[in-house]
């Protein structure tokens, strides 16, 4: 079936070789290891949409989750409650889609925000995102697509193939302009599976069936086209085989040529016979197609070909979902086993693989130079020679411009082509077809740019340049930017840009005047130039921009130039502006470290520009600068303002201070605030000494603001110092109303009279309330000032009014007086009136002056200043007058009613006439002169307490009776009858005789008997009573005084009770009863009830107070009334006379404390009675709680007949209540009747239990169908012995596991083991089995039958509580089944130590090997390999290597080391070698050199070179064996000891190892001392032969005297005849060289031939080199690396030595036996 060529490179693929494969292969994850479950890895519960995500729903017990895996942290997935029949996440952010039935949702994970919904109308049997915003809905019979953005819906694309009715939908795939459409599908047809795809166009609407099983498209750009292809790659596996198509699908895009078809074999092995594709996918970065296969075969396929590239088995599960791996450009997917695996293109080793193993150079070629890969160089610098040397110079400059990896764009490439003539037929040179095609293939390197641009920048074509640095195609470099700054310095700033040199762009910027971006720059590229040299250079040309630039040097927290040095060149230029304006920006933050440049500041605007100092001190900006030195320089210039704020030392302050027309007086002020005390003082007094006119008014200022911290005394001692009275007075004038001190304001007075301010004297003396009166009397009597208003106020202030008449009289200022108490204070009219009398003035002029002064002064005084001289008629004209003015004002009354009782002028009628006069004040006046008028008095005053003492001090009663009835104040009645009142006896008796018998009004006969009453005066009160009610009166009948005379006998003589009782009718009977009854008067009270017929409160007399129960029978015979049966009924109910008391009942009818009854029958026992009593309370009342006691009633007297028929009649009792009552007390029978009546069922079945009926309560417990009841009659039937019903029982428990410890629990309590495993064993196949009993079940295997615990485990590891079990298997030492528990429940450590603990019974190789791989302790490893030592080291190399991916290999070796154990683990060294690790290639080289295999250590040290080379040298130089002394010398040689490494092989007479090393010694004195030694050695054959390896490093007039010496020129010969040859050449040359350049220069001189660039762009004139070719040497310092030696004779492709490879043929066939002993 197949053609011989694929069976070969089949054969050839699938052939295990040595070298390495074209692919990488990589596994990323094990999803199981991740908590995914094996069950859930599948093509219906796992997507992968992208190599991004994977997403996978699971089913975790009821709860449903989706898990979402970040392929970017696999370890951490994220799951999420979800219900959802599939889900699939969006290929590139955190966005999942959900399907559930028909509703489709979308959902942003990270924002927890539902995007989209639709419910669709068809059910959705396959989806697929199809780009980030859009999926694609595949339903039965058509294909929607849904974007994600905005509002849209699920838009129908096409409807669905007939041919693809019934197939399983597996893909969906669009093209990248999702122009065309594919949907895939597979379905069972004869024995195998069939592919079935409908390609759909969306530009035409028609679809096309094809049969293919996965088809994938891509996007490809044929060679020579500019536009890329839509490709269209599909697999097929029919019953005549499998086939790769490879198609371009529509019409090609304008001006491309169309893509061939390509169709291929494809390869299935014989033992995949049922084998087809699953899946496809192209690489856009390598352009290969990677194809999956059902049986896990990968088949890589270059996609423009069509060429099998490899074939192999990655997978033995089948590989369900792959999605392109965007990383690697590869294939990534899941297989069924949980493996996330992918396949990509190894870079490296494509092209050698296609090339050797495949034997397709082309090919390789072809993949080299699409993809750039390296591995192919050999051939493209052939391909370039041979077509070079053909004289296909444009198929050469192809090659050149398209070979990989650049290997071909050099400077000896562009110096041949510039060496080529140009071809016939044709206008343009090679070297500038060379550079057309590299400018149409992308960018020139740096070579390529220089010799382009120094042409086109000699012609001027500056716009070329421009254009190709725009374009990008150009290589920026330093040497380009000079070549172009000769010309323009901007043009040559963009190439400096771009070529990253800084120092030449920041120049560029200097030059150009942006200063600005200097800065800028050199943050951005982190590059430090001279700043100060660029800053004096731009202040030289513009000191502005400088400035500029010198601000942003220290915009940043990091500066970037020394501060100092920056002001150093503004003062060298002498920019004070520029300097200012600098320093004010840079020092702003005011730092210590900056004092001197402050200064420096300063100073030098203090100088030039006073004013801009001033401003800058102003502003308080700067606090660290020298103060003194700026100090004096501002009080040279003027500033003294700013010297005071400067100066420090008093002499200094001083001598600028003084100065105050210079100063602003506000700021002066302010500033004495900032001195100290006595610098302040002693300042203001310089002051006045200077020039007290001048700076009295700003001391003054001082004083005022600052008195409080300067004292006010020394303010004052100082102005009183220069007698300026009037700074005094301004000064103090200015405290004055805020000071609370004496001297300030008496100091005031003084300087204000002194000053003539009167006006000021009079304020202070008025308003001030500090200054000392006295001293102020005393002054204002000396001054004698002429108004003496300032010492009438003091004096009327201050009390001297007595002292002020006495001065004014005596110095006859009597119209001051007048003055005084008709203007300043009449009110001090009395006192004057009291001065006047005392100096005897004459009553005429103190009546006028009292007439004078109208109502304005106090009376009171007037009198009393009157009557203490006994002058008081001397008023009585005046007292009249007002009297008749209608004053009603107290103190005149009270001075008339003085005057008329002292002149006994019908006082008592002016008494109790006038309603004026203070009663008190005139009783008082009145007590000695005349009682009764002091009664009087205070009676019409109501003044109870001094009528009350005048009346008892003088025998008053019968008036302070009749006075205290009418007052009717209970408080005073209180006072007078108190018993301390000694008066009390014979006032009462005039309370009675006199005071109430004269009274007619009932409220005075009230509040005396109250207050009678209140007084505790019973026997007082009976007699005032008696004489009230029972003597004929008006208040006889009065019920109130009946009740008060009936309760008073009560409390104070109880044998007068029953006479009133019987006496009185008008009074409160149940009240007075009550009263009676609580003073124990019970006869009394059962009076007054008979009287007024309350028979029950009588009875109730007799039971409750009496307590006769007999006389209440009697009482209760008697009368035979129902309300006094039920009384006595509950008086004997509570004596406990049961019988009696149902009797009392039944004869009052009475049920309504049945409550009572029934609790004392349940008390006493006595449940005959209780029937009888019930009986008759159930025909009266229908209360459920008579019905349910008279049932339990019938109960407790075993009444079950009667109970039966109650039960079958209606009735209202709580039967359930009864029921559980009877069962409480054991009265099982009754309670069965109860339960049953009711079909409780639960309590029936419990009933049973007692009654020993078990199988009826099992059937009780079925009907009950609860828990409790189960387990009650489950324990009852164990206790019974009954199993086999308790196991019935038991099976209905155990399903609760809240119920199952208890079972368990009274199962083992008891002993029965058997039973309790039997109930287990029987409970694992219930619906409803849960993890509790597989657990318990597994407990007790542990403890009773451990032979069966193993078995049960591995049949329900799942369903059981690992930990719980763990512990049990732990207690019971059953170590094999405690590390399979382990294993389940993942703790593999403690696997891994269980088994290394207990080795006989637990240890197994494979599953130690599978469970060590899983541990999270690395340490486990290194104690499992110390356990393989003790007990399995012939398994360790094993173990060993299942732990290389974890294990610390230095730590490794280091252990076996110690341990001693290193040639026993030399297989796993050598497995982990390949890591090139020092610490093994160390170890494995130890243990080689021990076993002495030097074969096996040099291959080892060639191929892993981590390890210490010098120390191994060392070692090996001394060693016994020659081969590895030899191995030594080879070390020595890596390691550039070239001395060390020919001696030891001239020792070991090694001398082919000895001249090979010399030569790569490439150091001549070597060469030579090799040579020497050889001639010592008389080994002149090695001689020549070390002449033919050390050619070019041996010097011929060193080797002709050597040779010439040892007469051996035979030997040497050779060598000199190849130098003699090397030497005409490189003559030849340069002479052939000369002349054409002298030809060339000629040409050039007089014919210059333009030559121009074919194509679109811009035509670019070079001048051409010499038309014969040659060498044409480039510009001093810019000759390319062997140039030289190519133009003097090279070759192509040979060393730049040129001996080895040029040496003639004779040399080859020197003899050799000089070469035996090597």
Same mark, same amino acid.
């Given at each position: 079936?197949?053609?011989?060529?694929?069976?070969?490179?089949?054969?050839?693929?699938?052939?295990?070789?040595?070298?390495?494969?074209?692919?990488?292969?990589?596994?990323?994850?094990?999803?199981?290891?991740?908590?995914?479950?094996?069950?859930?890895?599948?093509?219906?519960?796992?997507?992968?949409?992208?190599?991004?995500?994977?997403?996978?729903?699971?089913?975790?017990?009821?709860?449903?989750?989706?898990?979402?895996?970040?392929?970017?942290?696999?370890?951490?997935?994220?799951?999420?409650?979800?219900?959802?029949?599939?889900?699939?996440?969006?290929?590139?952010?955190?966005?999942?889609?959900?399907?559930?039935?028909?509703?489709?949702?979308?959902?942003?994970?990270?924002?927890?925000?539902?995007?989209?919904?639709?419910?669709?109308?068809?059910?959705?049997?396959?989806?697929?995102?199809?780009?980030?915003?859009?999926?694609?809905?595949?339903?039965?019979?058509?294909?929607?697509?849904?974007?994600?953005?905005?509002?849209?819906?699920?838009?129908?694309?096409?409807?669905?193939?007939?041919?693809?009715?019934?197939?399983?939908?597996?893909?969906?795939?669009?093209?990248?302009?999702?122009?065309?459409?594919?949907?895939?599908?597979?379905?069972?047809?004869?024995?195998?599976?069939?592919?079935?795809?409908?390609?759909?166009?969306?530009?035409?609407?028609?679809?096309?069936?094809?049969?293919?099983?996965?088809?994938?498209?891509?996007?490809?750009?044929?060679?020579?086209?500019?536009?890329?292809?839509?490709?269209?790659?599909?697999?097929?596996?029919?019953?005549?085989?499998?086939?790769?198509?490879?198609?371009?699908?529509?019409?090609?895009?304008?001006?491309?040529?169309?893509?061939?078809?390509?169709?291929?074999?494809?390869?299935?092995?014989?033992?995949?016979?049922?084998?087809?594709?699953?899946?496809?996918?192209?690489?856009?970065?390598?352009?290969?197609?990677?194809?999956?296969?059902?049986?896990?075969?990968?088949?890589?396929?270059?996609?423009?070909?069509?060429?099998?590239?490899?074939?192999?088995?990655?997978?033995?599960?089948?590989?369900?979902?792959?999605?392109?791996?965007?990383?690697?450009?590869?294939?990534?997917?899941?297989?069924?086993?949980?493996?996330?695996?992918?396949?990509?293109?190894?870079?490296?080793?494509?092209?050698?693989?296609?090339?050797?193993?495949?034997?397709?150079?082309?090919?390789?070629?072809?993949?080299?130079?699409?993809?750039?890969?390296?591995?192919?160089?050999?051939?493209?610098?052939?391909?370039?020679?041979?077509?070079?040397?053909?004289?296909?110079?444009?198929?050469?400059?192809?090659?050149?411009?398209?070979?990989?990896?650049?290997?071909?764009?050099?400077?000896?490439?562009?110096?041949?082509?510039?060496?080529?003539?140009?071809?016939?037929?044709?206008?343009?040179?090679?070297?500038?077809?060379?550079?057309?095609? /590299? %400018? $149409?293939?992308?960018?020139? &390197? =740096?070579? +390529?740019?220089?010799? #382009?641009?120094?042409?086109? @920048?000699?012609? !001027?074509?500056?716009?070329?340049?421009?254009?190709?640095?725009?374009?990008?195609?150009?290589?920026?470099?330093?040497?380009?930017?000079?070549?172009?700054?000769?010309?323009?310095?901007?043009?040559?700033?963009?190439?400096?840009?771009?070529?990253?040199?800084?120092?030449?762009?920041?120049?560029?910027?200097?030059?150009?005047?942006?200063?600005?971006?200097?800065?800028?720059?050199?943050?951005?590229?982190?590059?430090?130039?001279?700043?100060?040299?660029?800053?004096?250079?731009?202040?030289?040309?513009?000191?502005?921009?400088?400035?500029?630039?010198?601000?942003?040097?220290?915009?940043?927290?990091?500066?970037?130039?020394?501060?100092?040095?920056?002001?150093?060149?503004?003062?060298?230029?002498?920019?004070?502006?520029?300097?200012?304006?600098? /320093? %004010? $920006?840079?020092?702003?933050? &005011? =730092?210590? +470290?900056?004092?001197? #440049?402050?200064?420096?500041? @300063?100073?030098? !605007?203090?100088?030039?520009?006073?004013?801009?100092?001033?401003?800058?001190?102003?502003?308080?900006?700067?606090?660290?600068?020298?103060?003194?030195?700026?100090?004096?320089?501002?009080?040279?210039?003027?500033?003294?303002?700013?010297?005071?704020?400067?100066?420090?030392?008093?002499?200094?302050?001083?001598?600028?201070?003084?100065?105050?027309?210079?100063?602003?007086?506000?700021?002066?002020?302010?500033?004495?605030?900032?001195?100290?005390?006595?610098?302040?003082?002693?300042?203001?007094?310089?002051?006045?000494?200077?020039?007290?006119?001048?700076?009295?008014?700003?001391?003054?200022?001082?004083?005022?603001?600052?008195?409080?911290?300067?004292?006010?005394?020394?303010?004052?001692?100082?102005?009183?110092?220069?007698?300026?009275?009037?700074? /005094?007075?301004?000064?103090?004038?200015?405290?004055?109303?805020?000071?609370?001190?004496?001297?300030?304001?008496?100091?005031?007075?003084?300087?204000?009279?002194?000053?003539?301010?009167?006006?000021?004297?009079?304020?202070?003396?008025?308003?001030?309330?500090?200054?000392?009166?006295?001293?102020?009397?005393?002054?204002?009597?000396?001054?004698?000032?002429?108004?003496?208003?300032?010492?009438?106020?003091?004096?009327?202030?201050?009390?001297?009014?007595?002292?002020?008449?006495?001065?004014?009289?005596?110095?006859?200022?009597?119209?001051?007086?007048?003055?005084?108490?008709?203007?300043?204070?009449?009110?001090?009219?009395?006192?004057?009136?009291?001065?006047?009398?005392?100096?005897?003035?004459?009553?005429?002029?103190?009546?006028?002056?009292?007439?004078?002064?109208?109502?304005?002064?106090?009376?009171?005084?007037?009198?009393?200043?009157?009557?203490?001289?006994?002058?008081?008629?001397?008023?009585?004209?005046?007292?009249?007058?007002?009297?008749?003015?209608?004053?009603?004002?107290?103190?005149?009354?009270?001075?008339?009613?003085?005057?008329?009782?002292?002149?006994?002028?019908?006082?008592?009628?002016?008494?109790?006439?006038?309603?004026?006069?203070?009663?008190?004040?005139?009783?008082?006046?009145?007590?000695?002169?005349?009682?009764?008028?002091?009664?009087?008095?205070?009676?019409?005053?109501?003044?109870?307490?001094?009528?009350?003492?005048?009346?008892?001090?003088?025998?008053?009663?019968?008036?302070?009776?009749?006075?205290?009835?009418?007052?009717?104040?209970?408080?005073?009645?209180?006072?007078?009858?108190?018993?301390?009142?000694?008066?009390?006896?014979?006032?009462?008796?005039?309370?009675?005789?006199?005071?109430?018998?004269?009274?007619?009004?009932?409220?005075?006969?009230?509040?005396?008997?109250?207050?009678?009453?209140?007084?505790?005066?019973?026997?007082?009160?009976?007699?005032?009573?008696?004489?009230?009610?029972?003597?004929?009166?008006?208040?006889?009948?009065?019920?109130?005084?009946?009740?008060?005379?009936?309760?008073?006998?009560?409390?104070?003589?109880?044998?007068?009770?029953?006479?009133?009782?019987?006496?009185?009718?008008?009074?409160?009977?149940?009240?007075?009863?009550?009263?009676?009854?609580?003073?124990?008067?019970?006869?009394?009270?059962?009076?007054?009830?008979?009287?007024?017929?309350?028979?029950?409160?009588?009875?109730?007399?007799?039971?409750?107070?009496?307590?006769?129960?007999?006389?209440?029978?009697?009482?209760?015979?008697?009368?035979?009334?129902?309300?006094?049966?039920?009384?006595?009924?509950?008086?004997?109910?509570?004596?406990?006379?049961?019988?009696?008391?149902?009797?009392?009942?039944?004869?009052?009818?009475?049920?309504?404390?049945?409550?009572?009854?029934?609790?004392?029958?349940?008390?006493?026992?006595?449940?005959?009675?209780?029937?009888?009593?019930?009986?008759?309370?159930?025909?009266?009342?229908?209360?459920?709680?008579?019905?349910?006691?008279?049932?339990?009633?019938?109960?407790?007297?075993?009444?079950?007949?009667?109970?039966?028929?109650?039960?079958?009649?209606?009735?209202?009792?709580?039967?359930?209540?009864?029921?559980?009552?009877?069962?409480?007390?054991?009265?099982?029978?009754?309670?069965?009747?109860?339960?049953?009546?009711?079909?409780?069922?639960?309590?029936?079945?419990?009933?049973?239990?007692?009654?020993?009926?078990?199988?009826?309560?099992?059937?009780?417990?079925?009907?009950?169908?609860?828990?409790?009841?189960?387990?009650?009659?489950?324990?009852?039937?164990?206790?019974?012995?009954?199993?086999?019903?308790?196991?019935?029982?038991?099976?209905?428990?155990?399903?609760?596991?809240?119920?199952?410890?208890?079972?368990?629990?009274?199962?083992?309590?008891?002993?029965?083991?058997?039973?309790?495993?039997?109930?287990?064993?029987?409970?694992?196949?219930?619906?409803?089995?849960?993890?509790?009993?597989?657990?318990?079940?597994?407990?007790?295997?542990?403890?009773?039958?451990?032979?069966?615990?193993?078995?049960?485990?591995?049949?329900?590891?799942?369903?059981?509580?690992?930990?719980?079990?763990?512990?049990?298997?732990?207690?019971?030492?059953?170590?094999?089944?405690?590390?399979?528990?382990?294993?389940?429940?993942?703790?593999?450590?403690?696997?891994?130590?269980?088994?290394?603990?207990?080795?006989?019974?637990?240890?197994?190789?494979?599953?130690?090997?599978?469970?060590?791989?899983?541990?999270?302790?690395?340490?486990?490893?290194?104690?499992?390999?110390?356990?393989?030592?003790?007990?399995?080291?012939?398994?360790?190399?094993?173990?060993?290597?299942?732990?290389?991916?974890?294990?610390?290999?230095?730590?490794?070796?280091?252990?076996?080391?110690?341990?001693?154990?290193?040639?026993?683990?030399?297989?796993?060294?050598?497995?982990?070698?390949?890591?090139?690790?020092?610490?093994?290639?160390?170890?494995?080289?130890?243990?080689?050199?021990?076993?002495?295999?030097?074969?096996?250590?040099?291959?080892?040290?060639?191929?892993?070179?981590?390890?210490?080379?010098?120390?191994?040298?060392?070692?090996?130089?001394?060693?016994?064996?020659?081969?590895?002394?030899?191995?030594?010398?080879?070390?020595?040689?890596?390691?550039?000891?070239?001395?060390?490494?020919?001696?030891?092989?001239?020792?070991?007479?090694?001398?082919?190892?000895?001249?090979?090393?010399?030569?790569?010694?490439?150091?001549?004195?070597?060469?030579?001392?090799?040579?020497?030694?050889?001639?010592?050695?008389?080994?002149?054959?090695?001689?020549?032969?070390?002449?033919?390896?050390?050619?070019?490093?041996?010097?011929?007039?060193?080797?002709?005297?050597?040779?010439?010496?040892?007469?051996?020129?035979?030997?040497?010969?050779?060598?000199?005849?190849?130098?003699?040859?090397?030497?005409?050449?490189?003559?030849?040359?340069?002479?052939?060289?000369?002349?054409?350049?002298?030809?060339?220069?000629?040409?050039?001189?007089?014919?210059?031939?333009?030559?121009?660039?074919?194509?679109?762009?811009?035509?670019?004139?070079?001048?051409?080199?010499?038309?014969?070719?040659?060498?044409?040497?480039?510009?001093?310092?810019?000759?390319?690396?062997?140039?030289?030696?190519?133009?003097?004779?090279?070759?192509?492709?040979?060393?730049?030595?040129?001996?080895?490879?040029?040496?003639?043929?004779?040399?080859?066939?020197?003899?050799?036996?000089?070469?035996?002993?090597?």
């Amino acid at each position: 079936k197949f053609s011989k060529e694929l069976r070969e490179n089949v054969l050839c693929i699938s052939d295990k070789m040595t070298q390495q494969l074209p692919i990488k292969f990589q596994e990323h994850v094990q999803l199981t290891n991740v908590g995914i479950n094996a069950g859930n890895i599948g093509f219906s519960t796992l997507t992968m949409e992208s190599d991004k995500f994977i997403c996978v729903r699971e089913k975790v017990g009821e709860n449903n989750q989706v898990v979402i895996i970040d392929m970017a942290d696999p370890t951490n997935p994220i799951r999420r409650p979800i219900t959802a029949d599939s889900a699939i996440m969006n290929p590139s952010y955190k966005v999942i889609a959900l399907k559930a039935g028909k509703t489709l949702q979308i959902f942003n994970i990270e924002m927890k925000t539902k995007m989209k919904a639709h419910v669709m109308v068809e059910d959705v049997i396959f989806w697929k995102w199809i780009n980030d915003k859009s999926l694609a809905l595949v339903t039965e019979v058509a294909v929607f697509h849904w974007s994600i953005e905005g509002d849209s819906q699920p838009q129908k694309v096409f409807d669905r193939h007939a041919n693809l009715s019934g197939c399983q939908i597996i893909n969906y795939r669009v093209d990248f302009h999702q122009k065309w459409l594919l949907l895939v599908g597979i379905t069972a047809q004869t024995g195998r599976v069939v592919g079935s795809m409908q390609l759909y166009s969306m530009d035409r609407k028609v679809s096309q069936h094809i049969e293919g099983h996965a088809a994938a498209f891509s996007q490809f750009r044929v060679q020579g086209n500019k536009e890329d292809s839509t490709l269209f790659s599909f697999a097929v596996r029919s019953a005549a085989g499998g086939k790769l198509h490879i198609i371009e699908v529509g019409a090609p895009p304008a001006g491309n040529q169309p893509f061939q078809k390509k169709a291929v074999d494809i390869f299935f092995p014989p033992e995949a016979e049922q084998d087809f594709p699953v899946a496809m996918q192209v690489s856009d970065k390598m352009h290969m197609i990677f194809l999956i296969t059902k049986c896990g075969y990968i088949h890589m396929y270059d996609l423009e070909t069509a060429e099998c590239i490899y074939m192999n088995r990655i997978s033995s599960d089948t590989i369900f979902v792959t999605a392109l791996h965007e990383a690697t450009g590869g294939i990534i997917g899941v297989n069924r086993k949980g493996q996330v695996l992918s396949v990509s293109v190894d870079e490296d080793n494509l092209v050698p693989y296609v090339s050797n193993s495949l034997s397709k150079p082309e090919l390789a070629l072809r993949l080299a130079q699409r993809c750039n890969l390296s591995g192919a160089d050999d051939l493209f610098i052939k391909q370039f020679n041979n077509l070079f040397a053909q004289g296909r110079y444009p198929e050469a400059a192809n090659v050149a411009a398209t070979a990989p990896k650049g290997i071909l764009r050099t400077p000896q490439t562009i110096q041949r082509f510039q060496q080529c003539p140009v071809q016939p037929g044709s206008s343009t040179t090679p070297l500038l077809q060379y550079f057309g095609l /590299l %400018l $149409e293939k992308g960018q020139l &390197n =740096k070579f +390529e740019s220089l010799e #382009l641009c120094r042409p086109v @920048l000699q012609q !001027n074509r500056k716009q070329l340049l421009e254009k190709w640095l725009k374009e990008n195609k150009l290589e920026c470099s330093e040497e380009l930017g000079d070549l172009v700054k000769q010309m323009d310095t901007t043009l040559a700033l963009s190439v400096y840009l771009r070529a990253n040199a800084p120092a030449k762009v920041i120049q560029c910027f200097a030059e150009t005047g942006q200063f600005e971006k200097i800065v800028l720059y050199a943050k951005k590229v982190g590059y430090q130039p001279d700043w100060i040299y660029l800053l004096r250079a731009v202040m030289r040309t513009n000191p502005d921009a400088g400035l500029k630039f010198a601000t942003m040097l220290f915009q940043d927290e990091e500066k970037l130039a020394d501060l100092r040095q920056v002001v150093n060149v503004f003062t060298e230029m002498n920019l004070v502006q520029q300097c200012t304006a600098f /320093l %004010l $920006e840079a020092l702003k933050e &005011n =730092k210590p +470290e900056e004092a001197d #440049l402050q200064t420096r500041l @300063l100073e030098m !605007n203090l100088l030039s520009a006073p004013q801009v100092a001033d401003a800058i001190m102003g502003n308080q900006m700067f606090t660290h600068y020298d103060r003194a030195s700026v100090a004096k320089l501002c009080e040279q210039v003027g500033l003294l303002q700013r010297a005071l704020e400067h100066y420090t030392d008093l002499f200094d302050i001083k001598r600028a201070v003084v100065h105050t027309h210079l100063l602003n007086s506000e700021w002066l002020v302010n500033y004495f605030g900032t001195l100290s005390v006595d610098d302040s003082l002693e300042c203001i007094q310089a002051m006045l000494a200077a020039n007290i006119r001048q700076n009295l008014q700003v001391c003054v200022q001082i004083a005022s603001k600052y008195h409080e911290q300067l004292g006010t005394q020394p303010l004052i001692d100082i102005f009183e110092s220069f007698k300026s009275y009037e700074g /005094l007075f301004y000064f103090l004038g200015s405290i004055v109303n805020f000071s609370q001190e004496e001297d300030v304001h008496f100091k005031y007075i003084q300087a204000a009279c002194k000053t003539g301010q009167i006006k000021e004297v009079e304020r202070i003396c008025r308003e001030s309330n500090c200054y000392n009166a006295e001293k102020v009397k005393t002054f204002l009597k000396e001054a004698k000032l002429n108004d003496q208003l300032p010492l009438i106020i003091v004096c009327d202030r201050f009390d001297f009014v007595h002292d002020l008449v006495l001065y004014l009289y005596r110095n006859n200022n009597q119209k001051y007086i007048e003055i005084y108490v008709q203007k300043v204070n009449p009110s001090r009219l009395p006192v004057v009136i009291g001065g006047l009398l005392d100096v005897d003035c004459s009553e005429e002029i103190i009546k006028n002056m009292i007439h004078s002064v109208k109502g304005q002064f106090s009376t009171d005084e007037l009198v009393e200043e009157v009557e203490k001289r006994n002058r008081l008629k001397l008023l009585l004209p005046w007292l009249e007058t007002r009297v008749h003015e209608g004053v009603d004002e107290p103190a005149t009354h009270n001075a008339l009613a003085k005057i008329y009782i002292d002149s006994s002028n019908n006082a008592e009628r002016f008494l109790r006439e006038n309603q004026f006069y203070d009663s008190k004040v005139i009783g008082k006046y009145c007590e000695k002169r005349n009682p009764h008028l002091a009664c009087v008095a205070y009676e019409r005053g109501l003044c109870d307490q001094e009528l009350i003492k005048v009346c008892n001090d003088n025998s008053l009663f019968k008036s302070e009776a009749r006075y205290l009835v009418r007052r009717r104040d209970a408080e005073l009645w209180a006072q007078v009858l108190d018993p301390q009142n000694t008066y009390r006896r014979q006032l009462i008796d005039q309370v009675v005789q006199t005071a109430l018998s004269e009274t007619k009004d009932p409220d005075d006969i009230s509040i005396t008997v109250k207050a009678f009453m209140t007084a505790d005066l019973p026997t007082e009160l009976i007699e005032l009573l008696e004489k009230i009610v029972l003597e004929s009166s008006i208040f006889s009948d009065h019920k109130n005084l009946q009740n008060l005379l009936i309760l008073t006998a009560i409390k104070a003589d109880r044998s007068k009770v029953m006479e009133y009782i019987n006496k009185l009718d008008n009074y409160d009977a149940p009240d007075i009863a009550s009263i009676a009854i609580n003073s124990e008067l019970f006869e009394e009270a059962i009076v007054i009830f008979n009287k007024n017929q309350q028979y029950a409160r009588a009875i109730s007399v007799l039971i409750d107070n009496v307590k006769n129960l007999d006389r209440a029978y009697e009482y209760a015979e008697k009368f035979n009334i129902p309300e006094v049966w039920s009384l006595l009924g509950s008086a004997q109910l509570r004596e406990g006379l049961m019988k009696e008391a149902v009797d009392s009942y039944i004869k009052a009818q009475d049920p309504t404390n049945y409550l009572g009854v029934i609790q004392a029958a349940q008390t006493s026992g006595m449940y005959e009675e209780l029937v009888k009593y019930l009986s008759m309370a159930r025909k009266k009342a229908k209360e459920p709680a008579i019905e349910t006691e008279l049932i339990y009633a019938y109960a407790k007297t075993d009444r079950l007949a009667e109970l039966e028929e109650f039960l079958a009649s209606p009735n209202h009792a709580q039967i359930q209540l009864v029921g559980d009552r009877c069962f409480d007390d054991g009265m099982y029978e009754a309670a069965k009747l109860l339960f049953n009546n009711i079909s409780n069922f639960a309590r029936l079945a419990s009933t049973l239990v007692h009654l020993g009926e078990y199988q009826a309560a099992v059937d009780g417990a079925r009907k009950a169908n609860s828990t409790r009841t189960w387990k009650e009659v489950c324990f009852a039937c164990v206790e019974g012995q009954e199993f086999r019903l308790a196991q019935m029982c038991g099976l209905h428990i155990v399903v609760h596991a809240d119920e199952l410890e208890e079972l368990i629990n009274f199962y083992q309590d008891r002993g029965y083991f058997e039973q309790l495993i039997t109930l287990l064993e029987a409970a694992l196949g219930l619906e409803r089995a849960h993890m509790g009993m597989f657990t318990e079940l597994a407990i007790l295997y542990s403890k009773f039958k451990p032979a069966k615990m193993r078995e049960h485990l591995e049949l329900f590891w799942s369903r059981v509580n690992i930990p719980k079990v763990l512990r049990a298997a732990e207690e019971a030492h059953l170590w094999s089944e405690l590390v399979f528990l382990y294993d389940k429940y993942e703790e593999y450590d403690n696997a891994v130590v269980a088994m290394m603990r207990h080795p006989t019974v637990s240890w197994k190789e494979s599953l130690f090997k599978d469970i060590i791989t899983k541990v999270a302790n690395i340490e486990l490893y290194y104690k499992a390999i110390q356990f393989y030592l003790d007990y399995k080291p012939m398994l360790l190399n094993d173990l060993l290597v299942v732990l290389v991916p974890r294990l610390d290999h230095t730590r490794a070796v280091n252990f076996f080391r110690k341990a001693n154990q290193m040639p026993l683990v030399l297989p796993y060294l050598k497995s982990v070698q390949s890591q090139n690790n020092k610490a093994i290639n160390e170890a494995v080289n130890d243990i080689l050199i021990d076993q002495e295999d030097f074969n096996a250590l040099r291959v080892s040290i060639d191929a892993f070179d981590n390890f210490d080379n010098i120390s191994l040298a060392m070692r090996l130089e001394k060693h016994e064996l020659v081969e590895f002394r030899r191995i030594s010398a080879y070390l020595y040689k890596g390691n550039n000891r070239w001395v060390q490494s020919v001696e030891l092989c001239k020792k070991d007479m090694l001398f082919k190892d000895a001249m090979q090393y010399a030569c790569e010694s490439r150091n001549t004195e070597i060469a030579e001392e090799l040579l020497a030694w050889f001639l010592n050695e008389k080994n002149y054959e090695c001689f020549a032969a070390c002449l033919y390896s050390c050619y070019d490093l041996l010097r011929p007039d060193v080797i002709m005297e050597l040779a010439w010496k040892n007469r051996i020129m035979d030997f040497a010969m050779p060598f000199f005849i190849q130098v003699m040859r090397e030497y005409l050449t490189k003559i030849d040359r340069l002479e052939n060289a000369e002349a054409v350049r002298k030809e060339a220069d000629t040409e050039k001189e007089y014919n210059q031939q333009p030559l121009v660039f074919e194509g679109d762009s811009q035509q670019l004139m070079l001048t051409a080199g010499p038309a014969g070719g040659g060498y044409v040497p480039p510009p001093m310092g810019q000759m390319p690396p062997g140039a030289m030696h190519g133009a003097y004779g090279g070759f192509p492709g040979a060393p730049q030595g040129g001996m080895p490879g040029a040496m003639p043929p004779y040399m080859n066939s020197m003899p050799n036996s000089g070469y035996g002993s090597m």
